[in-house]
């Protein structure tokens, strides 16, 4: 019943920004933890970025100073503002969260992906 959709991706030139979106729906009771990982071909699955419901927030290291994660409690949306792209940024961009439902206790979900294309 919960769902994450991801929007935002696409094809950006490097130097370029791009502002990913991240929705939960369904029978949502709590949201705790909320964040974007990536996966580029033939690679691992990799955190960027992650946010409490306290707001507290962590990097990995290639995103520090250019990514900022952000969320809208209101909305039960997670953003992820990338700019200075660079193409080794070029992954599919997963977003994943801790939710309480209605029915059911804590569980994890992710979201399908959206393509990031950092290219000139």
């Known amino acids: 019943q919960v769902q994450l959709v991801e929007s935002g991706g696409g094809l950006v030139q490097p130097g370029g920004s791009l502002r990913l979106s991240c929705a939960a729906s369904?029978?949502?009771?709590?949201?705790?933890?909320m964040g974007w990982y990536r996966q580029a071909p033939g690679k691992q699955r990799e955190l960027v970025a992650s946010i409490t419901n306290g707001d507290s927030t962590n990097y990995a290291d290639f995103g520090k100073g250019r990514f900022t994660i952000s969320r809208d409690n209101a909305k039960n949306t997670v953003y992820l503002q990338m700019n200075s792209l660079k193409p080794e940024d070029t992954a599919v961009y997963y977003c994943n969260a801790d939710i309480r439902s209605l029915v059911y206790g804590t569980m994890n979900y992710w979201g399908k992906g959206t393509l990031v294309t950092v290219s000139s």
């Open positions: 369904g029978s949502i009771r709590s949201i705790y933890t």
